[in-house]
C-alpha cells in the first residue's frame, strides 16, 4: 500500500472508477477541499445542452421540470428516499428553517427545537428565526453526549448533523433516530457532509426531516441547489412554512439544477453503499500512507472522540497549517485550513482515484521537508 | 408606422438596440411568451466563463460571491435600490413569504395580511402559510377599487403586483403606496412583471419590500434566481423568518446567478425609464400593426379597466386562440395562451426589436388568413 504502484493497482479494480470519466476544467489539480466544492467535473455540458435543446426551443421548450424530475430521482436513490419525499428547492439553511417550522408544527405540545452547534452560523440564525415563529425554545446541542439530557417530553425536533463536521465523525443515525422517537420527538438530519461519501439511507433510518447542500461530496459545485426531504407519513399533516400542498416545491434555479444533475446522474447509478466503501479505503491509503510522517514535528492526526466511525475527512493538526495548505495548493492540492492550526483532507470517492491520495501525500511530505527547522511564519519562510 | 421599412428605420435609431448585441441558440424565432422566459441569450457564456475561470481555479476560486454582487449591482441600479436592500437568493415565491412575515413583525398591533389575487396559485398558498405562521388575517383582493374597504387600522401588510397579470394594468406604485402609508401599513411590490420593461423606482415609491422573479423581461431564463427588496430603514427592525442578520442572504445558486448576470449586466447599462419609453413604442407599434385586422373575425383587443396605462403586455382575445399560437409558433412566433381563449403578447424591450413587433403581426395576419370560414377545432382543420 506504500508505493504508487500499489495505488495504481487500487485503481484499476475500482468499481467507481469510471464516475471520474469526465473532463474537468482543472487537469492535474487534486481537490481535497471537501467544503465548497467537489472535484470539477464539466459542470458545463449540462446547462449547456439544456439551454440549447429545452430552454431555447419552442414549444414550451423551456419547460425546466425533466431536469428537475431527474435530479430528484438521482438523488432520491442515492438517499434512501423516494422521489416523491424529496425537493431540490431554495437553499439548505432555508430548508433548514422550514424542516424545523414543520416538525413544531407536527409535535403541537412541544416547544423545544434541538440544533446540534455544529452547523453553519447562518443555520444557528435561522434556527433561531424558526424557535420564534412558532414559539419555541431553542437548544443548542454542543456534544451529543448531552442528547440524553435535553431530550424530553417538551422536545419537539432534533436536528443533528449525520457527520461531525468539526471532528469527521459519523453519527449512527439509525440508533439516534429511535431515541428521538421513544421521547416522542422528530429527527431532521442534515446530510451536507455525508451524501454522496457514506452511506445514507433516510428510509430504513425512519428520518422524519432531511435536508442538505447539492457540492460537497455531491459535485454540484458552488452554489449548487440543495434539498429538502420530508417522510411519506408526514405528508398528510404537515404544514410547512412555504410551501405549496404539491409537493411542498417552490421554483428551483434550472441552470444550477442542470449542472447538479450532471454529478447526480452519474452517482445516482452506483449505491451509497459502494460509496461508502470507497471512502473508507481512500481514508485508509491516506492514514497509512501518512505513517512515514507521523513524528514530533509532522502533522498530529485528529481521532473522532469514543471511537465513533471516521466518515470521509480527514483533520490534522500543525502549528504551521496555514503555510502547509498554501505550500499544498503549489503542488496542486487543494485542502481546506481551519483556524487556527487544522488542514481538513476530504475524500469524495466519486471523484477521487487512488493514486490522487498517494501524491497528496506525497505532496504533503513535499512540503514538510521544504519547511525548514525553525521557521517563523512571523517573519518569512527563513 | 404600418411598412416593414418604417420598423427598420425605428431600429436604426433604437438606443437599446445594442443591447440585442448577442447571439442567441434560437436565431429567427421572436419570443413574446413573457411568461417564462425573455428571447434567449447566449446564457451559456457567463456560466462557462464562471466555471472555466473561477470555479475550477485555485485557491478559493469557487468564490462565488463577486457573480452573486455583480447581479445584485446591476439589479438595484435598474430597481432604483441600494445594492445593501437587495438580495437574490431562493425563490420568489419563498421571498414572498420572508416579506410578509417580516411585514407582520413590523406592524406587531396588526392582523390582516392583503395580498392581490393576481398572484400565482403557489404564492396563495406561501401568503397563507404566513398569515398562519404569524397568526394574522389574509385577505385576498379581488380588485383593486376594493384597496380602500379593506385599508384600515388592522391592515400590517398590503402585496400587489406592479403590472396586473391579467389586464396588463400598470398600478400607479407611488401612489398606492403613499395611500398605504397613510393607513399605517407597509407595501409590498411584485415587479414580476414589470422589472426590465417598466419604470421602477423603489426608492422615490418609498416601497417597504419588493420581491420578483428573474425570468420573463430581465431575462435570466427559465429558473431564474429570485430578488427581495427590503428597504434600508427597516434593516435595523426587520426580523425576517428565515434570514440572517448579515445582508438577509443565505446561499444563492451560482450557474443560475452567473446566467442571470450575464443578461443583467446589459441591463444594468440603461435606465428603466429608457425600458419603459421602448416598451411603449413597441406596444404602440403592435396595436397600430393590429388595426387592420380588426373586424368582427379577428382578435378582440383587452383594454386596461378605467383608463390605467398599459404595461409591457397586450391581450387579445379570439374563440380559435389555442390554434392561433399553434399556428404563430409554426411561422417562428412564440406568444402564450390562456385558457380558454386569450393570447398573451409580452414585449421585452431589451431583446426585442421593432421588426419583430412587425413580423409578429404579419404572421398573425397570415394565420388568421388561413384559419378557414367556418373552421371547427373540434373537427380539425376544416
Redesign the interface.
Known sequence: MSTRTAATALDEVDPLAKLRNHR???PG?IHLDGN??SP?I???IR??RF??HH?????RG???FPELRGAVRDLAALLGASASELAL??????NL??AL?AGAELRPGRSVLVVGRDCF??DR??AR??A???GSELVLLDDLAELDEVLDERTAVVALAHVDDRSGAVRDAAGITAEIHRAGALALWDLSNSAGALHVDLGTWEADFAIG?GDKYLGG??????YHFVAERHHATE????????GRR??????????FRESLSRLGAVTSASLQNKTSSLVELFLTRLEPYRDGTAPEVLEPPKGAPRGAQVVLRHHHARYLV?GL?AHGV?VDFVEPDLLRFGFSPAWLSYVDVWEAVEALGTVLHELPAGFDPENGRS
Not at 55 to 59: I, K
Not at 89 to 94: L, V
Not at 240 to 245: E, F, H, K, L, V
Open positions: 474537468g476544467p482543472s489539480v465548497s466544492t470539477a464539466d459542470t458545463a446547462p449547456r439551454i440549447e430552454w431555447a426551443r419552442p414549444p423551456h419547460n425546466p428547492t431554495d437553499s439548505s439553511s432555508m428553517f422550514r417550522v452560523p447562518i440564525y435561522l428565526s424558526a420564534d415563529f412558532t447542500c459545485g458552488a452554489g449548487a441547489p440543495a404544514r410547512t412554512a412555504g410551501t405549496s400542498p404539491a417552490t421554483s428551483s434555479p434550472t441552470l444550477s439544477v442542470a449542472g498554501q495548493f487543494i
